[in-house]
């Protein structure tokens, strides 16, 4: 076993922002114009009705002390650099220079309203991203309009709607047919757009039943939204009937590929008679995610349902790139513009970078690493594989449960979670909802993280099994080593006590102490 | 000890168990006790409520328990770093009775443990009274109560979350205490029933990191799917609604209170019958076409022939496949033993007709496909 790292967060108990400095503060002393200037560009440069008339409420402190402030901020973080097999959401690094790339003037300077002559560069990448996920998945045309994965799934409810309203047959297609261990966004985006959803349930092989689904699909389904793998790290390899059972009712087909990584290159969606399929792009393709960045979820569908995308669309017309609005049956917008090109020019690079052949190694290498993990994890008194039963390798990730050793001390998933950053490893992930196996974990090594980083998290959790047994209270109680202790959920439930702005949050300050006023 | 703090009751049934070791399905009635014995059985119940209460002494020394005398729980929790406290001795008579009188006397405190199995956790809920607070450390055959904690030493984890960390606890008011009849049971059929609901303590799953977000709350999703049921009502139907929380969210949603433990019956937006008998639903169905609205029986899935008699085969026949309506939530569902629901109704080829697949309505407009297997 490896040595747990010794680590303990920087903690710098210091006022919000908008609390620190004092008036008259300021980063920079910028001098008035001269009288040149003034007379050269004029004085009202904003129109009055646009001027504001009152001051903004920023903080008045120097530069120095603003630096000074986010970098201890950044401190009290882990740094998204660590060990983090956060399992559904593909960790990977996000390259410096494709972060630079997205820096240049070319890109960074330009706005989508400038005349497409003026965005060929940009539209070029675009068109060939485009072309390189048309060859991962068989489909005809992607966009990237949709800003996260959950979005491209509302984007695909949105085309089938569009699709079976211009057939005359939205009154009939009421129905999306999904697995319940699909990610909540398929049934919740479903539902958004007006369908009603029916969920399968996972049945003996880990995975749900062919006769599930044909007594599911009728004329009735709209579409079905599927993953596979899902979280369990099953491989379903009766998706090709399943497709076909579902076209045969005449339902459209929607592949969700969040779960992509174990299968990149290997497989392809059209091929196996998907309509349509969704990547998303700050997992899989390495462009950043979450805190580091907007996401994008690049939707890809047949020529078939191609009309009905939202607008615009990039072309290639000649040698000549072009913004494509005259879609009449376009289904109208998911998001402004066309996507969060920063992200998109940042999985250009990761893709150009990998090539097809790195693209295919990386599946090997996140699918072995999973299995390797498996075989460790196993060997771990108190862990248990969700479906012992399926002798079938798990593909990229493992659904796992802790329910022998929190039947045994007490101690459960979430606890485990906080004592993880105790050790600098970033916490786990453990399930979407329902859970279907007790005190879950679902770790993904994907292809980035060495052996050694794998030992070292595998023996982090060993370690955290033997706290549980020896001193359970310690375990309870932690993170110990954080710059913040355990945070009591509870907050969370009472909006009192949280606000996303500092405008909210005095907001609801006046609002308690006139509520204590009027009590008094 | 904080004065906020819960005061715990401990009653123990120190013959729980013991006919499970020795294959007679349970320990029911004073007869069987003594087959037990006969066959060689060694009471178990005692040693594992010192095992829970062995955990809650580790974690949180000195904690006051209320404890019934001698082998009905003080007994048991001898040399323990507890404040126990005993109740005054009582005439023990080796039954059900003594669960009965035990717990009447811990009626004081806020949350009442007991040992035991399915009995008493009936005997304790009715001694208490409705909505009163339990928590059951698993001692018994039959346990298909939700008033159970997984282990003796996850209650003990339970139990000292409650005093030392209470924010980890919550709290579900609607726990069925389900029993089974013994005799059936040994006799090869599984016929639990509900028994009524109790409040009991439960590890709180906290919000997860960043991605979790608030899960729908299982009542929320049955009140939406009920309201759906309600508005979607055929003029001149008659509806017989199914015991449980799950179908009672249908009364609910119409303004009534159900029954919960019988079966009741609307038409036309009006409560027609309440604990109805099954002659009384013959004869309120008359002609008329009927639904019948039925919950899921927790962990074993039973649809028909649990504690729902009262619907007879000729009533579902009548109703046939397509006017059976499930209302389940997805949790629910999600942690049956398997992912499967039964029928027994009685008529074998009736719970072959019912065989197949089934939509259970989880919420509105959201809905689980369950294969359905006669029992």
Not at chain 1, 200 to 214: I, K, T, W
Not at chain 2, 306 to 315: A, D, E, M
Request: proline residues 6%; negative net charge.
């Amino acid at each position: 076993m490896t040595r747990p790292p010794e680590f303990h967060a920087a903690k710098w108990n210091e006022p919000v922002v908008m609390e620190l400095g004092r008036p008259g503060g300021r980063g920079q002393h910028f001098p008035a114009p001269e009288d040149e200037i003034r007379s050269a560009v004029g004085i009202d440069l904003i129109p009055g009705e646009m001027a504001r008339t009152d001051r903004p409420d920023l903080p008045e402190i120097t530069e120095f002390e603003a630096q000074r402030h986010y970098l201890h901020l950044s401190q009290m973080t882990l740094g998204m650099m660590g060990v983090s097999l956060f399992g559904t959401c593909t960790m990977k690094y996000n390259s410096k220079t494709a972060e630079f790339a997205t820096l240049r003037p070319e890109l960074a300077a330009v706005h989508p309203y400038q005349h497409p002559d003026t965005l060929q560069g940009v539209l070029q990448i675009i068109h060939d991203m485009d072309g390189m996920l048309r060859s991962l998945s068989g489909m005809d045309q992607f966009i990237f309009q949709a800003g996260g994965g959950a979005n491209a799934a509302y984007t695909m409810a949105c085309v089938a709607r569009a699709y079976w309203a211009d057939k005359g047959m939205l009154g009939q297609r009421t129905e999306m047919v999904t697995s319940v261990q699909a990610h909540p966004c398929n049934p919740a985006t479903a539902a958004a757009a007006g369908f009603k959803v029916v969920n399968l349930p996972l049945e003996e092989n880990g995975y749900p039943s062919l006769d599930a689904l044909r007594a599911a699909v009728s004329g009735n389904t709209a579409l079905i939204m599927i993953n596979n793998p899902d979280d369990m790290g099953i491989y379903n390899p009766e998706i090709k009937e399943w497709v076909r059972i579902a076209k045969e009712a005449g339902a459209l087909c929607f592949y969700d590929h969040a779960n992509f990584n174990g299968v990149m290159g290997k497989l392809s969606a059209r091929e196996l008679g998907f309509d349509a399929c969704m990547f998303m792009l700050h997992k899989t393709f390495g462009a950043p995610k979450a805190g580091g960045g907007p996401a994008v979820g690049a939707f890809g569908c047949s020529d078939e349902l191609a009309a009905y995308l939202p607008t615009p669309v990039v072309v290639k017309a000649g040698d000549r790139y072009a913004l494509d609005e005259d879609r009449p049956k376009s289904m109208g917008k998911i998001r402004e513009y066309w996507g969060n090109v920063p992200q998109v020019v940042k999985a250009y690079a990761w893709t150009r970078a990998m090539g097809a052949d790195g693209i295919e190694l990386g599946a090997d290498i996140s699918v072995v690493s999973n299995n390797y993990m498996d075989k460790r994890l196993a060997e771990i008194p108190g862990l248990a594989i969700s479906n012992p039963d399926v002798s079938a390798r798990r593909m990229e990730m493992t659904r796992w449960s802790l329910g022998p050793i929190a039947e045994e001390t007490g101690i459960g998933t979430v606890d485990f979670a906080n004592r993880m950053a105790d050790y600098g490893i970033d916490p786990w992930w453990m399930s979407h909802e329902p859970w279907i196996v007790a005190e879950p974990f679902t770790p993904e090594p994907g292809e980035l993280w060495s052996k050694e980083d794998i030992d070292l998290w595998i023996d982090v959790v060993a370690k955290i099994c033997e706290e549980a047994r020896s001193d359970p209270e310690m375990v309870k109680s932690a993170p110990h080593n954080q710059a913040i202790a355990q945070v009591k959920g509870d907050a969370f439930e009472d909006p009192a006590k949280w606000a996303m702005t500092w405008r909210a949050w005095k907001r609801k300050q006046e609002a308690a102490d006139q509520g204590k006023r009027g009590a008094a | 000890m904080p004065a906020e703090a819960l005061t715990f009751g401990l009653v123990v049934n120190p013959i729980a168990g013991l006919g499970g070791a020795v294959g007679l399905k349970g320990t029911d009635g004073p007869g069987t006790v003594a087959e037990a014995l006969d066959r060689g059985a060694v009471p178990r119940a005692g040693e594992r409520v010192r095992r829970a209460f062995a955990r809650l002494a580790d974690r949180a020394p000195g904690t006051l328990v209320r404890a019934a005398p001698g082998k009905l729980a003080a007994g048991w929790l001898e040399g323990l770093d507890l404040d126990v406290r005993s109740l005054a001795p009582i005439e023990v008579s080796g039954t059900a009775r003594d669960t009965r009188v035990a717990a009447q006397a811990l009626t004081g405190c806020d949350l009442v443990v007991f040992g035991g199995g399915d009995g008493t956790a009936r005997d304790v809920t009715a001694s208490l009274g409705p909505g009163r607070a339990v928590l059951g450390i698993p001692c018994g055959v039959k346990m298909h109560s939700g008033a159970f904690a997984i282990s003796p030493e996850a209650a003990g984890a339970l139990l000292s979350d409650l005093v030392t960390s209470p924010d980890r606890i919550g709290w579900d008011d609607g726990a069925e205490i389900m029993d089974i009849d013994e005799a059936a049971l040994r006799s090869g059929r599984i016929a639990p029933q509900l028994f009524g609901h109790a409040r009991v303590p439960v590890s709180r799953k906290r919000m997860q990191a960043s991605k979790g977000g608030p899960s729908t709350l299982a009542a929320d999703a049955l009140a939406g799917a009920a309201r759906e049921l309600v508005e979607g009502m055929s003029q001149g139907t008659l509806y017989v609604i199914g015991p449980g929380t799950s179908t009672g969210a249908v009364l609910t949603a119409m303004g009534a209170t159900p029954s919960m433990l019988g079966i009741d019956a609307v038409r036309d937006g009006r409560v027609v019958a309440r604990d109805a008998t099954a002659e009384e639903l013959e004869a309120l169905a008359g002609g008329a076409p009927v639904r019948i609205v039925l919950g899921v029986t927790g962990r074993q899935g039973f649809l028909l022939g649990r504690g729902n008699q009262q619907i007879t085969p000729s009533l579902i026949a009548r109703a046939g496949p397509e006017g059976l309506i499930v209302m389940a939530s997805e949790d629910k569902l999600a942690t049956l033993a398997q992912p499967r629901l039964w029928v027994d109704t009685g008529d074998p080829e009736l719970d072959q007709a019912l065989s197949g697949y089934l939509r259970v309505k989880t919420g509105r407009g959201r809905e689980t496909m369950m294969r359905v297997g006669a029992s």
